[in-house]
Nanobody, 125 residues
Framework: VQLAESGGGLVQTGGSLRLSCVAS????????MAWFRQAAGKEREYVAS??????????ADSVKGRFTISRDNTKNTVTVFLQMNHLEPEDTAVYSC?????????????????WGQGTQVTVSS
């Protein structure tokens, strides 16, 4: 199983970035997908998640109204997007995508068994 993120970079406060995560190597039709982030010296925190069908979406309060998660499912892969608008310096972190165990969803990091390497997002003030 492989999860590969892209789209990170350096942006000024108020700017936007769109992250992508391509996941392959197992069936994803029962797995919700999520984004987490980890700032330097801090614990990994939940950002957003989306069910297989896209019918259930959840956001952390800190990003609600600014970030949008979506997914594009194909037969053997899934691409998960995170559109980030109105970025703030507090959003600076390594962003990782993750696949939940089958038939599970939520904010608990323990629910996720496959992870990408992450992509750095830096927001300058």
């Amino acid at each position: 199983v492989q999860l590969a993120e892209s789209g990170g970079g350096l942006v000024q406060t108020g700017g936007s970035l769109r992250l992508s995560c391509v996941a392959s190597g197992t069936a994803f039709n029962t797995r919700s997908m999520a984004w987490f982030r980890q700032a330097a010296g801090k614990e990994r925190e939940y950002v957003a998640s989306i069910a297989w069908s896209g019918g259930w979406i959840d956001y952390a309060d800190s990003v609600k109204g600014r970030f949008t998660i979506s997914r594009d499912n194909t037969k053997n892969t899934v691409t998960v997007f995170l559109q980030m608008n109105h970025l703030e310096p507090e959003d600076t972190a390594v962003y990782s995508c993750a696949a939940a165990r089958p038939f599970s969803r939520g904010r608990n990091i323990g629910l996720y068994d496959y992870w990408g390497q992450g992509t750095q997002v830096t927001v300058s003030s």
